[in-house]
């Protein structure tokens, strides 16, 4: 655990089962728990992504180590507790290559390179279009505009709750970037983006964007500048709908091998694609239901297979598939005979 003054004025770490942090109250105490490690598509993309510089770190020859190490000594930061600190050269190549990856540059820097001048942005605005009805561009600008001499980075937070005037910079998560940087942000790319994140927006809330630039030739980024934008939306605003085709195969009781293609449609905000899980309720006694694929890209169609386990009896019934996402969910009856 690590700590600052006389009992703990500001402390952070783990000692024992208590861990330190602190908030805009100050410093507080809490249990340790052990979480979950999530392991979304996004976050492997992440790690994958540390692992492979820090890697290719180790591969550097002595001169170039020595010159991120003579580097990193001056280059101040802070940390979560306020104080300075000076990362390591190794910390230092990470992070100047991850700012370039994040705007879409894939040439790997080697040597040290020289610390920018990286102009500010004085004004960062959101107003969202289609309030009342659905929302379809965040509508995010800069004062002035921005300079094609760098790459933009755009963070953002899933949706919160209208309330809240605070967003601590772990929730923010990396949504969009281009080099070199657009005269004003590309809102139809950064909405399509987010919606492919985080999928279809309710009817309320807001969401925190955070915006910088980052020096395509050194790999370092300027201050942010943050921005929360409202919005609010009618249902029609976030929903979507099944279909499903005829049946093929096999419909007897005594031989039931059938399936039936399942169709998402009218999928709004458009620009959605994220995965969307699948199940069936319904089922005949002695088959068993399936699909393809549970959880399935949104804009693709899902196969459901029904298969004989047992007894049967012939007869008609009517199956439920239900695909949903997060809190939103769509459902289609699909009728079959067994003879």
Known sequence: MKYIGLLSSAASGKLGGIVASHNRGGTYFRHHAIGTQPRTPAQKLVRNQLQAFSAAFKSLTAAQVAGWNALGATVSLKSKLGTTYHPTGQQL???CNKHLANVGITVQLSDAP????????????????GNGTTVTDWGLATTPNLDAGYAVQIRATAVMSSGRTFVGKSAYRN??????????????????AYVARFGPLPASGQVGFQMRYVDPVSGFAGTPVSVLVAFTQSSAGVSFSLSGAAWGGTLTAAGLAATCVITPGAINPGGFTGALSYSVSGVPSGAAGGFANDSKAANLTNTLYLNKVGTVTAGTYSLTVTASYGSFSASVTIPITLT
């Open 93 to 95: 190549f990470v992070s």
């Open 114 to 129: 020289t610390i920018p001048s990286i102009p500010g942005m004085t004004t960062f605005t959101g107003s969202p279009t």
């Open 175 to 192: 949504l969009w970037g281009v080099q070199p940087a657009p005269t004003q942000p590309s809102n139809a790319a950064i909405f399509a």
